[in-house]
């Protein structure tokens, strides 16, 4: 009798259906990953990519119970549901950059077009290893170590490396005076050096032929920012060996600029 009592307040069976469900979308988490454990249906990426979204899913939905489960006892269930419809389309219109963010990671995932531990380049000027995919946003590992989060309806351009491989693509941006015939003339002798000396990073067919060898490609870009023009130098690398390789290619592009004395471009704001 008075375990039925105990059961029977209101803060015991809160805490006993809060354990319910914290248990039921661990087991719901351990099963999913039994399965991909014994199953091969999919790569591994993507196994990591959907157990990283489960994970997001169980997490709000139990939460959902949960706090219907509270709002329950406080208010009558079918007029709270009536009522929850007007509310809804109300919060649609507050939340709709939420509700879009969720639809858009949606589309993402089951269109592949991301997946855990890919590099990607966000909008441009953002760019990483992706070490967690959200219901509403990615975050990404950048290079300098800052996690950067980004919301999936900020997104506006999303550039993600080919399975296997990525290009390699870094540049020097020089003085509007400096000769361009000096500075192909440099350019085109790193992109020699580091065939020379990083041709173990670039990507080969099955005869042992580099697909795409490092090369300048000359100005890409005039006047930027208005500072001086854009030289830009590519190869396709493997895609475990592209940070490695970019570290490389820009020591090599910083040492000879500074051997032969190439005018970098300037900030407007600097001062002699």
Excluded: W
Aim: charge should be neutral; include cysteine; aromatic fraction near 12%.
């Amino acid at each position: 009798m008075f375990f039925l009592e105990l059961f029977q307040q209101l803060p015991v069976k809160i805490l006993t259906v809060a354990l319910l469900i914290i248990i039921t979308v661990y087991l719901i988490r351990k099963s999913i990953k039994l399965f991909f454990d014994k199953t091969s249906f999919l790569d591994e990426k993507r196994e990591e990519t959907l157990m990283h979204f489960t994970n997001q899913v169980t997490k709000v939905l139990g939460l959902v119970i949960f706090f219907i489960y509270v709002l329950s006892h406080f208010f009558k269930l079918e007029k709270l549901v009536t009522g929850s419809v007007v509310v809804a389309g109300a919060l649609a219109l507050i939340f709709q950059h939420i509700i879009r963010d969720y639809i858009m990671g949606l589309t993402y995932l089951f269109e592949r077009q991301i997946h855990h531990g890919d590099y990607v380049i966000i909008n441009g000027n953002r760019q990483g290893k992706i070490e967690e995919i959200s219901m509403r946003h990615l975050k990404i590992r950048q290079y300098d170590g800052y996690l950067y989060t980004i919301s999936y309806s900020s997104i506006m351009e999303l550039q993600n490396g080919n399975r296997g491989r990525r290009r390699v693509n870094e540049n020097l941006v020089l003085n509007y005076r400096q000769n361009p015939d000096d500075a192909f003339k440099v350019m085109e002798e790193v992109a020699q050096t580091c065939n020379e000396k990083y041709g173990e990073y670039l990507l080969k067919d099955e005869h042992g032929i580099p697909l795409e060898s490092f090369k300048f490609n000359q100005i890409t870009e005039l006047n930027v920012d208005f500072r001086g023009h854009r030289y830009s130098l590519s190869g396709l690398v493997k895609e475990g060996d592209f940070v490695e390789a970019s570290k490389k290619v820009r020591y090599e592009l910083a040492m000879a600029a500074y051997k032969n004395d190439l005018m970098m471009a300037e900030s407007l704001n600097t001062s002699h």
